[in-house]
């Protein structure tokens, strides 16, 4: 007989100012709930089904791969590094995510989240990706669906590399922790070269339209990012460059996602990065405008095509309409008709029957009048006769 699970082992729970964990094999695949925490650093270190994070404030939680869903609902300024196979906030305010999701993260009435790659690292993991059947590489951890996007401040972004750290838990006799399995960008001081998408594609219309999908904001903080990597190029390693290999050379010349951006690149550029990303951003939002216009125009022609196809929908269902009531009058007169048929039978059989027609014209009284038979008179006296036989 399979031993009954105890509920309290598989949730924190009203729980403030404590450091958490669960251990390798303490979950072994099952779900787990973090609710109502405060104040907390919770690791869970072990592969899960599903995960839900509830109800809590300032914590820091690190969570290990999970084959399905972690759900963060109704948090606020929390940092969270979640490796699932979809990640999904609502209903939060101020989330720090370090994210590796097979899917597109999604958001949903949320503001001031932002995202960095997966971050986390203990014991056994790579072992957990594998029972989680979470593929490392296949990491969209920047393509975001917002369900409720705000075109004037976007209610997401990618964090600031310098605001980025690798998070490493060591357990007592277990071996070590070693690095993260997810490939981490160069922008955020890893190895990985492969562009960083922003957005999701299903929510991209004609193209990469950034103010709609980031909010202007969070554009020109991405363009910051490219303007500062360049600067520091500029004035960092230029002067160191000269006794490199030609190799290494050509990997400086390459786009800003291919080098590590440090904190003190940042101070000690920050003159030249204002001077620059200020130009860059004015081009940018002469760039926006148009492109806005050309949004403008498109959703007037987008309008009139709607019109167009709504008035001969309409015209369609108004011939439909018509033939429909023609072949209803049709139908209903061919019935009328033999409604009408079946009532003459019914009547003649009847009066056949009690009768006969000799019987019904011989018992008429047949007037003359001048010598001629009263016409109106004897198709009245029928008449009544038949109405008399039928109410028998």
């Known amino acids: 007989m399979k031993a009954k699970l105890n509920r309290e082992d598989y949730q924190f729970r009203k729980k403030t100012g404590q450091e958490l964990i669960k251990y390798p094999g303490q ?19 072990d592969h899960a089904a599903q995960i839900f994070v509830d109800l809590s404030k300032n914590c820091k939680i690190y969570i290990g791969p999970v ?17 699932s196979s979809q990640f999904r906030v609502s209903n939060s305010n101020n989330i720090q995510c370090f994210v590796y999701t097979s899917s597109d993260p999604a958001l949903e009435k949320s503001t001031g989240i932002t995202f960095a790659p997966y971050n986390f690292a203990y014991p056994g993991i790579k072992d957990d990706f594998e029972k989680a059947k979470l593929d490392p590489t296949n990491n969209k951890w920047s393509e975001v669906f917002d369900f409720t996007p705000n075109a004037e401040i976007s209610n997401w972004t ?11 838990k060591s357990i007592e006799g277990l071996e070590d922790p070693g690095q993260c399995p997810v490939p981490i960008s160069t922008t955020y001081g890893g190895s990985c070269t492969k562009k960083i998408i922003l957005g999701s594609a299903d929510q991209k ?3 990469l339209e950034l103010d709609f999908l980031m909010g202007k904001e969070n554009v020109k903080n991405l363009q910051q990012l490219s303007d500062e990597n360049r600067v520091y190029l500029e004035t960092q390693l230029k002067s160191t460059n ?14 800003y996602e291919e080098f590590i951006f440090d904190q003190e690149s940042v101070k000690s550029t920050e003159p030249q990065i204002n001077m620059q990303s200020q130009t860059t951003f004015n081009a940018f939002d002469d760039i926006i405008t148009e492109n806005q216009v050309n949004k403008q125009n ?20 108004r011939k439909q309409a018509q033939e429909y009531l023609k072949k209803f009058m049709s139908d209903f007169a061919e019935i009328a008709n033999q409604r009408k048929i079946q009532n003459r039978a019914i009547v003649k059989e009847k009066v056949q029957q009690e009768q006969g027609w000799k019987t019904v014209v011989t018992n ?14 004897m198709a009245q006296a029928i008449k009544n006769k038949l109405m008399d036989e039928l109410k028998k």
């Not at 084959?67 to 948090?75: A, L, P």
């Not at 000269?242 to 786009?255: A, R, T, V, Y």
């Open 27 to 45: 979950l072994n695949g099952l779900d787990f709930v973090i609710s109502n925490c405060e104040e907390c650093t919770i690791y869970i270190c």
């Open 67 to 83: 084959e399905g869903s972690i759900f963060v609902r109704k948090c606020e300024n929390i940092q969270i590094s979640a490796a």
């Open 242 to 255: 000269q006794n490199q290999s030609q190799g290494q050379q050509n990997l400086i010349q390459g786009n």
């Open 364 to 377: 008429i009284d047949l007037k003359d009048n001048g010598g001629v038979k009263d016409v109106s008179k």
């Open 205 to 207: 219309v004609n193209g």
């Open 298 to 317: 498109a959703n007037i022609n987008q309008q009139m095509q709607k019109d167009e196809i709504e008035r001969k929908q309409k015209e369609q269902k």
């Open 158 to 168: 990618l964090l600031h590399p310098s605001q980025f750290n690798l998070v490493s």
